[in-house]
């Protein structure tokens, strides 16, 4: 039984289908969703319009969608340093809330303090406190070879009660009636909105810089190329003169320092206090943003707007039409494997198998 | 001059309802859920209450929900519902506060409901029960029904609700039975079914031979029903789970109050007000008393009838902190509300720290 | 003492049996070079699907077989795309546990609130005498006996038959085994088929034996834990028996620690597991057992050059 078709690697990839296939991918997941909407009663329209047009023309959800994005692309832009060198950092989450927390201590110790070095202090802080956290499971990797990979998760849920302890026990509110959470930052330790009446804030900017930084160092840097050069083979790198150690930790380092920002950002301009869950699962949510946009810093910022826009949606979807969040998240499964099929077919080429015996050579 | 305003506020939107009276304009109500619809616990009564808002309107109200919202980033969801018309807005966990009270701000002409908060504002009113008056009740069960004077205590996380609740449980059990001990387990988190049965194992392990939770799915019910040791439900009666195992369940009943608010709105006599009740309004019900002996069983019901009828606390004063200090009684002769819902210390007689 | 300490293994034993099965089917899997991280989705449409079919058949070994199908269904999905489609891997797993998570949500929404009385424990004729270990180990719910039975068939096949060396060869090096002949494309098809039914088993344990009702979100993350005991195991069958009960009675003991009130934040014990599953990773790493690692392969997307 020989299979029904090989796929056989494009040599040239035409600007019309780079931009055709993900379209395409788009259609064949409308068109499954807007079946299973169908049969569950509702307009496949509406919900088209619901999901996925409102969201980017309404202003107010397309600042919401910015807004919603920024985490996502800065702890993105984090894990393309790792991913690129194949190192695989999948605690990105407790990095954040590490950031999160090392930022807000500084804003919970600053409590009532006017300054303009406050919210700097508070990003220092997170970003060192996140790379700390991601020096862990660097340096047993290098050290004792323990694998990044169990580290790294095991170390969010330490994270995630070692934030629980500190927002119920030092850190509580001490007006706060004993529940679990810090006093709310003063406005010095706050990310204040841009625009009047919204809530988008300069953590946008921040993010789309370190996107466009990351773009620069993997294009233009040697050490881009030894990332490069590590992740497709650590051994030839090796030879070449690139410590596999050192990219180890450099990636670590710079990816966990970022989703530590990330989590200030987070913390300052969307919480505004220390409570238990801010981290909400988006750095795990971040993975998929970055392996989604093809690990280019470019590609996270698109994916995560993708990302961002769904999650909305699946608000929106809730209230004007009455569906079901369990819907939505299964066409954002059903959309996302879509969008990877497309994107392998715009790589290969699909070769139906005639009759004819073909042995592997 | 608050109250005044709130009344004109909803005086107006009551003008601006019946003014659109020949499309019939339907009363939008809106909720917020921490958890999804299906956890059978916590955000499944609310909805249960949401529901009942629907029939108790037929036609004249329309409701919607976002299910599953973290609490950090809930601002958008909030607003998402105050947005698209909704006037009326329950958000129906703790930490919706601050969001909430955002929201509100911008918009002066909706109402919202805030679940166990304590920050109010003039069209941000809170509303809470009073758990820990069925917890009291079944503390006298387990009390009279423990053989070897232990009873474990499935506990999600450390909050002054949960703790009150542990409080009001060891205060009933030790006033029918000086002996009785309760061990408690922290699972650290509000639904884990898997690791809250453990925990319930743990207990019985331990020698409790009663088991009672304060997370959200029968789990515990369930395990304690295998070994043939009792349990209560939680939530919503439980009885299915187990019903040869269950003396009876502490039931979160949202549906009276979430009309009675509806019904303010529609008339226009909304404002802003904290509530915090029990049995007596119905917002805590109790399921049947079963599995139990007679005499037991009516100590429960006359526990039940004295609480409603204001006779019975239980945080009766004097209360004696585990430390050995008596707490300020600001209630006259019981703790104040506010001492109950901020409470962070157990009382004398239970083994064990708060974890901090 | 020795009245609970039978009890006290049965618990651990059940803990663990869910991580230790749907990490034994992602081991499988991960050997023959693929990484799934769809296992959590896999799992909790396991636990809908075989509670459902449980319900509407009255009966629990058609559902558990039920979630085994269903984990299967939804391999055969990540299968054609990472296999078949040669898409991403990490990203088609992490769209599947989403993709899950709906489902699951859709499928169990009719049975949400309804109960399900307990499967019959199998008791070994004899072995099931001896005092202690007799009750924890030789009575028991019948999946975890079979899943004994699993994880011997797993390290036989993949350490002594030619299967197992073909599977691990696809893993270790697409490009030469694929040069020797070998189907590569199928053999990881079969992984996969494999780590599914495995996850969808693992999920109607969770609500079919370990707490008898559905509700979403039951997994509780449970298939990340399977994924890092896969790590954990490093190739080797018997560190991931070992990882997953390692898991499993430490969360156990730190429940019992703290209804002991012992003192210690909560907090502190409830990390215990796993800080302790990187301790315990790190002394067999300083005891010199490094386990094999990765395979090779792991990840990479394989395309046949012609």
Sequence with gaps: ?361 | MVRISTRLAAFALALGLSGAAGAQEKLKVGFIYVGPVGDFGWSYQHDQGRKAIEAAFPGKVETSFIESVPEADSERAIEQLARTGHKLIFTTSFGYMEPTLKVAKKYPNVMFEHATGYKRDRNVATYSAKFHEGRYIIGKIAGRMTKTNTIGYVGAVPIPEVIAGINAFYLGAKSVNPDVKIKITWVNEWFNPGKESDAAKALMDQGADIITQHTDSPAPLQQAAARGKFAFGQASDMTRFAEKHILTSIIDDWAPYYVERTRAVLEGKWQSQDVFDGLAKGKVKMGPYVNMPDDVKRLAEETEKAIIAGTADPFLCPVVAQDGRTIECKGGNRLSDEQVVGMNYFVQGIEGTIPK | MTETLPLILATILTAATPLMIAALGEHVVERAGVINLGVEGMMIVGAASGFAVAVLADSSPLGLLAGLLAGLGLAVAFGLAVVVFATNQVATGLALTILGLGLAGLVGQGFVGQPRAAMAPLAIPLLAEIPVVGPALFTGDPVFFLSLGLVALVAFVLSRTRLGLLLRAAGENQDSAHALGLPVMRLRFAAILFGGAMAGLAGAYLSLIYTRFWSPGMSAGRGWIALALVVFAGGKVWRLVFGAYLFGGITVAQLHAQAGAIGLPSQLLSALPYVMTIAALLALSLGGRKGQGAAGSLGQPFVPER
């Design chain 1, 1 to 361: 039984m020989t299979p029904l078709f090989v796929l056989t690697p494009r040599p040239f990839v035409s600007p019309l289908r780079r931009v055709l296939t993900p379209v395409c991918a788009l259609a064949a997941a409308l068109a499954i969703g807007g079946v299973i909407v169908a049969l569950l009663g509702r307009s496949p329209a509406a919900a088209f319009r619901v999901f996925l047009v409102e969201p980017l023309t309404d202003p107010w959800a397309a600042q919401e969608v910015l807004l919603k994005a920024t985490p996502l692309v800065l702890i993105a832009t984090g894990l393309l340093f790792c991913f690129r060198a194949s190192r695989w950092n999948i605690g990105a989450e407790g990095q954040f809330l590490v950031g999160g927390l090392c930022g807000g201590g500084i804003a919970i110790l600053t409590h009532g303090m006017t300054g303009a070095w406050i919210l700097p202090a508070m990003m220092l802080a997170g970003a060192c406190g996140g790379l700390a956290y991601a020096a862990l499971p660097a340096l047993l990797r290098v050290r004792f070879g323990i694998s990044e990979i169990l580290t790294s998760l095991m170390l969010v849920y330490v994270a995630d009660l070692l934030l629980d302890y500190l927002v119920r026990g030092p850190w509580r509110d001490p007006k706060g009636f004993n529940f679990p959470q810090s006093v709310a930052f003063s406005d010095a330790a706050l990310l204040h909105p841009l625009l009047e009446g919204g809530r988008l804030h300069a953590g946008m900017i921040l993010a789309l810089a370190a996107a466009l930084a990351a773009a620069l160092v993997f294009r233009r840097t040697l050490f881009g190329f030894a990332i490069a050069a590590s992740g497709e083979a650590p051994r030839a790198a090796n030879f070449a003169g690139f410590n596999e150690g050192r990219i180890t930790i450099l990636v670590f380092l710079i990816s966990g320092a970022l989703a530590g920002l990330a989590g200030v950002i987070e913390v300052a301009g969307q919480v505004g206090q220390l409570r238990p869950g801010f981290g909400q699962g988006l750095g795990f949510t971040a993975i998929i943003v970055a392996f989604l946009g093809r690990l280019s810093p470019l590609g996270a910022v698109l994916a995560a707007l993708v990302i961002a826009v769904l999650l909305i949606g699946a608000e929106s979807a809730q209230v004007s039409l009455k569906l079901p969040l369990d819907l939505a998240r299964f066409f954002m499964g059903l959309l996302l494997i879509c969008i990877l099929l497309g994107e392998s077919l715009e790589r290969y080429r699909i070769r139906f198998r005639r009759a004819e015996k073909e042995r592997p050579a």
